[in-house]
């Protein structure tokens, strides 16, 4: 799951500026409970009618096989019905669809009871016919993005009406959260799957239902499901627009066009204030610089540990997000398990010109780097980043690309550099192994090209394992990431978001997720 860029230059935050940013960050924090607390204290304060997000990326469609971008995984979160579905803190999963399941001894065989008495949105039964045909779907669909979640899901059955019986092919501690996933666990109508539009207004059985979606933006309508199982939501209506520049995402919101508006400047966040709170969610992965790992000078891995250690972390938090963020030392970012680990040689320029001796980029290169369009952050890292390899005699150019050409791009490897993310939705190693590290995964290593059998060997046993066992294999995954240095990690991944103060009482976010208070 990748995130996406903009436009503006750089320059250091002058003395006091971060004191004055956290400051403001703070008080809104206050500014939001004190909101949430009026709010409930109040009582007769009535839900706004509709919810209006501003998104930041396009998408041309709702199939959780091509889910990949923040904004589209918000919508089917919304929409879908899985059979867990994660707790509000996102630190655990509770029952959906399925109101209990059993695990075997050998920790194999998942057996879940659905409810009695589903229905998907347009009225029909659900049944478990449905939750097979939909996984298996999943797992025959050639084109699947997100292949490498499902990849351990053997075989499903249905014994009958009300059960559903899943099989893993070795043990996965993360397995049962996984369907709590947005592009894995929304089931569909079996009779429906093979239709050739369906994806584009999808029959669901999530507390939200689509009304109406436009492929060419991604633009999406969404009404409460009157057929849910559970409390239903206190706001009718949610919408998700696409708004390509981040500063008229924020005027938008100023205005109360939107009621909120993502991936904003985090240099912008102080402006908020009033009718306006910011906040900056650290979600759980990384920026990374994506170096295309297959042919030429990048193909060389002292040219990619020279890019690394060129690289000034500290000051790339320090101008972008004013010290708010975390810089990364591993793989993993610094929240996630092996995150705190010193993986990642120390920054120093002497180091990197010692590393290029000797490579086709010993009397310097030139390479340009690929910018997705529609979050200011990307620009940022690429600008500054330009810099600080002009001082080992790398030259870079900018490319602003328009996100889809982006995505075609970093899909059939036609880059050198590109600024990138990848995140997961919780303290888990499976995702980001599968997308980043293992080249059957669905992203072919984040674009990168990076191909390692042993890399592969040492990611599946961290996904097996469980504990500390686990957590030294994660830490493994992190040495010999740095050994091979596919690709620079940078920052924390993180979003620069703001939210209309009136909504604060009914819409939380959780990491990327909008948890809607119920109206009942």
Not at 309 to 334: C, E
Not at 337 to 343: A, E, I, L, M, Q
């Amino acid at each position: 799951m990748n995130t996406v860029s903009a436009s503006r230059g750089w320059r250091d935050v002058q003395p006091g500026r971060l004191a004055i940013f956290a400051a403001t960050v703070a008080v809104a924090t206050v500014v939001v409970i004190a909101a949430i607390v009026a709010g409930v204290a109040r009582g007769a304060a009535a839900p706004p009618k509709t919810f209006t997000v501003a998104g930041f990326t396009e998408f041309n469609t709702l199939d959780p096989d091509q889910g990949l971008s923040a904004p589209q995984l918000q919508v089917m979160n919304l929409f879908g019905g899985n059979l867990v579905k994660f707790t509000p803190n996102g630190a655990d999963v509770t029952g959906d669809l399925a109101s209990s399941w059993a695990i075997s001894k050998d920790g194999l065989t998942y057996v879940f009871k659905l409810r009695p008495g589903l229905k998907f949105s347009d009225g029909r039964p659900l049944l478990a016919s449905d939750v097979v045909a939909t996984y298996r779907r999943a797992r025959s669909d050639k084109t699947n993005a997100n292949i490498g979640e499902i990849y351990n899901f053997k075989s499903w059955r249905a014994p009958n009406a009300r059960t559903v019986v899943l099989r893993l092919r070795y043990r996965q501690g993360s397995a049962l959260s996984f369907l709590a996933d947005p592009e894995v666990g929304p089931v569909f109508p079996a009779r429906d799957l093979a239709k050739k539009n369906f994806f584009l207004k999808p029959i669901s059985a999530g507390p939200y239902r689509v009304t109406s979606f436009d492929a060419t933006t991604g633009n999406t309508t969404l009404e409460v499901n009157s057929k849910y199982y559970g409390p239903k939501p206190a706001i009718p209506v949610v919408k998700f627009v696409y708004v390509a520049d981040p500063a008229t995402r924020s005027l938008q919101l100023k205005s109360g066009q939107v009621d909120y508006a993502e991936n904003l400047d985090p240099n912008t966040l102080s402006q908020f204030s009033g009718e306006t709170v910011p906040s900056l969610n650290l979600l759980e992965g990384g920026f990374y610089l994506v170096i295309n790992n297959r042919q030429g000078p990048l193909a060389n891995v002292k040219v990619r540990r020279a890019i690394s250690m060129a690289v000034d972390r500290d000051q790339l938090n320090r101008i972008i997000y004013h010290g708010l963020n975390k810089p990364m030392t591993s793989f993993w970012a610094p929240s996630q398990t092996g995150g705190t680990n010193k993986d990642l040689p120390a920054f120093s320029v002497a180091g990197a010109k010692a590393l290029l001796a000797g490579t086709p980029c010993a009397s310097g290169c030139d390479f340009p780097i690929m910018v997705r369009g529609g979050a200011p952050q990307f620009q940022q890292f690429a600008t500054i980043i330009q810099q600080q390899l002009q001082a080992i005699g790398i030259k870079t150019e900018l490319q602003i690309t328009d996100p889809s050409v982006a995505n075609k791009k970093a899909y059939s490897g036609d880059f050198q550099l590109y600024t990138g993310g990848l995140w997961d939705y919780a303290n888990r190693p499976d995702a980001m192994l599968q997308y980043g590290l293992i080249y059957t995964g669905g992203l072919f290593s984040l674009y990168s090209g990076y191909q390692s059998p042993q890399m592969v060997a040492l990611a599946n046993k961290a996904i097996a394992l469980s504990g500390k066992a686990q957590a030294a294999a994660i830490s493994g995954v992190g040495q010999l990431f740095a050994q091979d240095m596919p690709y620079v990690p940078l920052l924390q991944d993180a979003f620069a978001n703001a939210q209309r103060t009136a909504t604060v009482p009914w819409v939380k976010t959780q990491g990327v997720f909008f948890n809607f208070k119920s109206s009942g």
